[in-house]
């Protein structure tokens, strides 16, 4: 049975998620337009590159940040889901199935206001038009980027849920966020070389964001080429997708119904 | 449609059993499992339906291990935290749950009607009271016409007059039924059920409802006992007729246990 416009409706519903996902991530652009751009000078390619990095980077927390809240969501619905798939019409591809639609719907908008907030704020900082190069390359990085960050976040928490004990949930579901901030930030200040940021899912997706605003190829800063080729970011982040999400099957199957109140810690 | 074999629970960490050893076997006949609080009734339930970890002995329904069973929707029960699956009004619940039982969700809102819980719809389920959930529960267990009905103290918080519609409603059901209640008035409710008393996770029976005005309980092995309750206390028989206390006059079974030991 098809829950997607159930699970989205939930989502697109969800004031807190709006905010924690996309108004408090607008600061961040803010940030960036208006902070941390003091003494330097952007304009034209400069401009569209420095303000492409921030809505990389950016979006990849806020994709993070959905995918953290949602995988909460099954360690309060560990129960509901272990009866569900014994007896009723939910099976754990059609969860999964559903989960991953209204994530990737939710990614769609947090990412077009994070967009618009980019193009408006930017422009506003530096009177300049910043309309993206691809912005239909941009919704399809941003759809599968919500698989992505949903089916990674799921394993971690069904990986807590099957066998660590609930206790571990509050910490564990912050890695996809700890490691947003690591390789999005690491990507901007550090020479990285390009089998780590070919190899790894969130540089696959930043670059990709990066291309699809500016227009120019993601630089590499360090060992390699100078510059990323985009359809091997897409097939890698593919490829991640694709296996996380099998392995989120293969743990959801074995759902272990707990008690919710097995992750207090006092 | 239920068969229960030595089953136990114990939790991690813990030494005492929740449930121990218990064995049942249901084909279209309907219990009512009455125990105290922490006697190990929900936990049997939730054992049943594989929402608990079982250490040993096997729960099958319908032939199939409750570990490994999928899609069988003749199962139901009204445990709250199954309906927790998504966190939407119960407006939007209802008829969720109706179709993924393959049930009806017009007759699911009929039913919400008559029972007078149309000011649950604009709410979540933990906005409900207890009763109010209890009541959600029983009504969304039953939507898809269950061969097993698995109910945990249904009547819970649950006010007098809708008690008294709510036990008509279950007695028109057909098929299995495991009901359990700490509540041993309850049980002139239920004519023509059968009668299981569960005490420190074991279960003894079965007895009759409609013999409840009947049974003794006894301190010691008694000759021609109907069954033998082994307690922390000590042990106890269940006597027809004659006995040290009956059970009709108890407000509990701890109280009578307690009394006689």
Not at chain 1, 25 to 51: D, K, N
Not at chain 1, 148 to 170: D, E, P
Not at chain 2, 104 to 119: I, K
Not at chain 2, 227 to 239: K, M, R
Request: charged content about 15%.
């Amino acid at each position: 049975m098809n829950l997607a416009p159930a699970y989205s409706k939930a989502l697109l519903r969800n004031e807190t998620l709006w905010f924690w996902g996309g108004v408090f991530m607008l600061f961040w652009i803010v940030i960036g337009a208006f902070v941390e751009s003091q003494g330097l000078s952007l304009a034209g390619t400069a401009l569209r590159q420095y303000a492409a990095s921030w809505y990389a980077v950016v979006v990849l927390l806020s994709l993070s940040m959905l995918a953290v809240a949602i995988a909460n969501s099954l360690t309060y619905g560990s129960a509901a889901l272990a009866y569900a798939f014994r007896y009723t019409r939910l099976t754990p591809n059609g969860y999964l199935g559903s989960v991953l639609v209204a994530s990737a719907i939710m990614g769609f908008f947090l990412g077009f206001l994070i967009l618009g907030g980019t193009v408006a704020v930017f422009g506003a900082r530096f009177h300049a038009s910043l309309v993206p190069s691809n912005i239909a390359g941009l919704v399809g990085v941003a759809l599968v980027a919500g698989v992505f960050f949903m089916a990674l976040a799921a394993i971690l928490m069904l990986v807590v849920i099957n066998y660590v004990g609930l206790r571990s949930t509050s910490l564990v579901g912050f890695v996809p966020l700890m490691l947003a901030y690591a390789f999005g930030l690491g990507q901007v200040f550090l020479p990285l070389p390009a089998w780590l940021l070919y190899g790894s899912p969130y540089n696959d997706i930043t670059s990709l964001l990066y291309q699809g605003f500016c227009g120019a190829a993601a630089p590499v800063s360090g060992a390699g080429p100078a510059t990323l080729a985009w359809p091997i970011l897409v097939a890698a982040l593919l490829a991640w997708s694709v296996a996380l999400s099998a392995g989120a099957t293969f743990l959801l199957r074995r759902i272990r119904a707990r008690q919710v109140e097995e992750g207090r810690q006092v | 449609m239920l068969d229960v074999r030595d089953l136990s629970v114990t939790f991690p960490g813990s030494r005492t059993p929740a449930v121990r050893n218990v064995n049942l076997s249901l084909g279209t006949e309907r219990v009512v499992v009455v125990g105290p609080n922490g006697s190990g009734k929900t936990t049997l339930l939730r054992a049943i339906l594989g929402l608990a970890p079982i250490t040993s002995g096997t729960a099958r329904v319908f032939g199939q291990d409750v570990s490994t069973v999928r899609g069988e929707l003749r199962v139901s029960t009204n445990l709250a935290e199954v309906y927790r699956l998504i966190s939407l009004p119960v407006r939007d619940l209802l008829p969720i749950f109706a179709r993924l039982k393959g049930g009806d969700p017009a007759a699911l809102a009929r039913r919400v009607h008559e029972f007078e819980l149309e000011g649950t719809l604009d709410r979540k389920i933990y906005e409900l009271s207890t009763g109010q959930q209890k009541l959600l529960g029983v009504l969304l267990a039953l939507s898809a016409g269950p061969g097993l009905l698995l109910l945990d103290e249904p009547f819970d918080n649950v006010d007098f007059s809708r008690r008294r519609r709510l036990a008509a409603l279950l007695q028109e059901q057909s098929g299995a039924a495991l009901l359990s209640t700490h509540e041993l008035e309850l049980l002139r409710l239920f004519d023509g059920w059968h009668l299981a008393f569960m005490f420190e996770g074991r279960l003894v029976g079965p007895f009759e409802t409609a013999n409840v005005d009947r049974l003794f309980l006894s301190r010691g092995r008694v000759p021609d006992a109907l069954a033998i309750l082994e307690t922390s206390a000590g042990v106890f028989s269940v006597t027809l007729d004659r006995g040290d206390l009956p059970v009709k006059n108890a407000t509990s079974l701890t109280a009578l246990v307690e009394q006689l030991a």
